[in-house]
């Protein structure tokens, strides 16, 4: 039987076209089949959606290859693994992003157009993934392109929600939200994979066990729900490696429960066990004003406990003990949210693998660390110690454990000073005694990142100023990047194809550090020339898109100033929508013969309002308000025009950026940790009008302050202005807004 097997093997690979073949008639076959046998239609009969969907399948077939490829790479190899945990990832749409990857978009799009099809427009058949809520969510995404374009042996856990970030519907000029059932449609990009699941449990009590002479800590969970992964195969640029983004998505456990079974109850209890499937089912739109929810804790421990499960269960198959865990385990926890990560490996290390403590908590020192992505106190999660006691028992006595040492330490290090120890416990005794997950994550982290330099001051001098002066070493910072990959080959071609024209290479799609070179080129009338068409193209791209809408009419020759971003008040839509406000005011004043010296501008804001977040709504209100009134004033003409763009997404940014003249980041200085929209306009060559915030600081540095317009009071101004409340300007210019608006 064994010589069969091998002739069967060998069959089999002689079989196997070793790679699929990526000239246009072995496309062409390919999309085709798809369209047979994946789709299900007749390959004389399909639309551009169907074309789409055998197109997707095509792609994914050559990365599911490299994916192959890397994992038996890396398995033979054996490093160190990076895990990056993470509650959200806003990846956008798929199509152009791996093609350009795999690196035969250009084939795809000759094949295709001898089919009668153009690659654009079926790439504009694909709904975004939007399981995130705004910058953290899309520098995972970000994040994930670049380890796998870095040939990093990297992988992304995180959850498979059924509905994404909720459409953003504006009716009266009022925000609406409705549920974005991303998956209704399918999605090719994800590969369900039935044999990976690992149950999950929660609720039940904790007792103690007679174990070796002694006693042990025993959970006996109250509910067991499975999770099953769905992988998500990331393709480097310019390399073979192509990591997983492994999302879980809940399902109900075989574990029947015989009772409700054998009272007859049947309906009962299928419908019981269908809940399960609500753990993954709706991300959270409250970008960090989810304190206390049952369901949003259960979602956090829900993909940790899968992941980790996964994870140890991979370091097992190649090591018998775990001594050299921390030498081929580093956990990267994305703020917060996964930071139930930490006791989750200390309950297995101790009570299924039977690790001591201190060997236990040797090992987690080891291997966490730690990005936080705010910069208000206020927005550090906490959990209360009700919820976690009842859904989580055993977790809180080790949060409880941990922190019993940690605080015995801490007393030997500073003394007595009962303020300052009760600031840095991990368990705030308030009204309601919580879980200050933060505190959690810095004490069992070894690094604790910012995400840019004044960030990391900030949270050195103030949000975390106790636990720097105690660790300084553990505090550090990356500052932000984005991917050129998305920001300007895929969402930007022409300016793609100039820089590599003018570069004479296509080295800078790996290395951005190259872009620089164009400096050499900086005053060539002919560069100028090109670039000024790219953006000419661009705008009549946006213009269209903006005409269908908004049904707005705007002229190409006018500047776009764009303001993109999630909705906040420290943002400042509020500011921008007042300036606005005053330059129609000003034109309305203006002699007719001094019109001809304003610059016509289209003002285009875009960005959702988390639901709960009244301000933030209000604001769209008066955006959608005073577009009205400017937009039909036939007096004022094209010399201003206000937009707001409707459900703002990865897609949108993409189809704005190329386009805008002038971006605006004028958050109130001190409250941006990053911000990353500005280094996605500036690749596209746009101006900044910013304040001096976030990563802005650094981006001064590189571009110098006269390359961009600086705006606003500095971080070290900002409290006195505080102190003084409003000057007699800010009524003087709602009363204009009310005027006009109303
Ligand atoms: C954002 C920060 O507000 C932004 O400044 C930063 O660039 C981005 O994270 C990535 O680090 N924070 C969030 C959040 O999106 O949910 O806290």
Request: hydrophobic share 40%; glycine share 6%.
């Amino acid at each position: 039987r064994g010589g069969e097997t091998r002739v069967g093997v060998e069959r089999m690979f002689g079989l196997m076209d070793r790679f699929l073949k990526s000239d246009p008639s072995s496309l062409q076959k390919d999309i085709l089949d798809h369209v047979e046998y994946t789709v299900a239609r007749s390959r004389f009969s399909f639309d551009d959606f169907e074309a789409y969907q055998a197109l997707a399948h095509s792609v994914r077939d050559r990365l599911i290859e490299r994916w192959h490829d890397t994992q038996l790479h890396f398995k033979k190899k054996d490093p160190k693994r990076i895990y990056f945990l993470s509650m959200e990832f806003l990846m956008g749409r798929s199509l152009s992003n791996s093609a350009i990857n795999l690196g035969i978009r250009d084939q795809y799009a000759d094949a295709l157009k001898e089919l009668g099809f153009e690659f654009e427009v079926l790439a504009e058949q694909e709904g975004d993934a939007a399981l995130g809520n705004g910058g953290l969510a899309r520098l995972s995404a970000c994040q994930m392109d670049s380890l796998a374009t870095m040939d990093y042996p990297a992988w992304g856990y995180g959850l498979r929600y059924q509905y994404g970030l909720f459409r953003q519907v504006i009716l009266d000029g009022y925000q609406h939200e409705q549920p974005d059932y991303w998956l209704n449609f399918g999605n090719p990009w994800e590969i369900e994979r039935v044999h990976v699941t690992y149950p999950v449990k929660f609720y039940g009590t904790v007792e103690d066990e007679n174990f070796n002479g002694g006693k042990r800590k025993v959970w006996l969970p109250g509910e067991t729900v499975e999770a099953v992964a769905y992988d998500n195969p990331i393709p480097g640029h310019g390399t073979r490696n192509t990591i997983t983004l492994r999302l879980w998505a809940a399902k109900p456990s075989d574990q029947i429960d015989m009772e409700s079974y054998n009272t007859g109850d049947y309906i009962n209890a299928v419908v019981n066990r269908q809940r399960a499937e609500t753990i993954s089912s709706v991300l959270f739109p409250d970008d960090r004003s989810y304190q206390g929810k049952e369901l949003r804790l259960k979602q956090q421990y829900f993909f940790v406990s899968a992941s980790l499960q996964d994870i140890i269960r991979r370091f097992k198959d190649s090591h018998s003990n775990f001594d050299d865990f921390p030498e081929k385990v580093a956990l990267q926890l994305n703020d917060t949210h996964p930071s139930l990560a930490i006791a989750e490996v200390m309950r297995v290390l101790v009570d299924e693998e039977h690790l001591g403590w201190n060997r236990a908590w040797d090992i987690v020192c080891k291997i966490f660390s730690f990005t936080t992505h705010t910069v208000l106190p206020e927005g550090l999660e906490k959990v209360p110690v009700d919820l976690l006691e009842s859904l989580l028992p055993r977790h809180l006595q080790i949060i409880y454990d941990i922190n019993f040492d940690y605080i015995e330490e801490l007393k030997k290090r500073i003394g007595l000073d009962y303020d300052r120890l009760s600031r840095m416990s991990i368990v705030e005794d308030g009204a309601i005694k919580s879980i200050r997950m933060a505190n959690l994550a810095i004490v069992c982290s070894h690094t604790v990142n910012g995400v840019s330099r004044v960030h990391s001051e900030l949270l050195k001098t103030r949000v975390f100023k106790d636990f720097y002066e105690l660790w300084p070493h553990k505090f550090d910072y990356k500052t932000n990047g984005v991917t050129q990959r998305r920001w300007i080959v895929v969402s930007n071609p022409s300016l793609s194809a100039l820089i590599s024209k003018w570069l004479g290479t296509e080295a800078w799609i790996r290395d951005v550090d190259l872009l620089a070179g164009l400096q050499e080129q900086a005053a060539n009338a002919d560069l100028h020339e090109e670039w000024r068409m790219v953006r000419k193209v661009n705008k009549m791209r946006l213009a269209e898109y903006i005409e269908a809408m908004s049904g707005v009419k705007v002229s190409v020759s006018a500047m776009f100033d764009v303001q993109i971003k999630r909705i906040h008040e420290y943002k400042r839509q509020l500011l921008n929508i007042l300036g606005i406000v005053h330059r129609y005011d000003c034109i309305k004043n203006m002699e007719k013969s001094d019109r001809t010296k304003v610059v016509p501008r289209v003002c285009i804001i875009g960005g959702k309002a988390a639901p709960g977040y009244e301000i933030a709504r209000k604001i769209i209100k008066l955006c959608n308000a005073v577009a009205e009134k400017i937009n039909n004033d036939p007096d004022v003409g094209d010399l201003l025009k206000l937009v707001f763009i409707p459900d703002y997404n990865v897609s949108v940014a993409e189809l704005v950026i190329p386009g805008a003249d002038l971006s605006q980041h004028i958050s109130t200085a001190g409250h941006e940790a990053s911000g990353t929209g500005s280094m996605k306009f500036l690749m596209n060559g746009c101006l900044l009008l910013a304040t001096e915030d976030g990563s802005t600081v650094e981006i001064i540095e590189e571009i110098g302050k006269d390359n961009m317009f600086l705006f606003g009071a500095k971080m070290h101004e900002v409290p006195a202005l505080r102190e003084k409340g409003p000057t007699l300007k800010v009524p003087l210019q709602f009363a204009r807004v009310v005027r006009y608006v109303m």
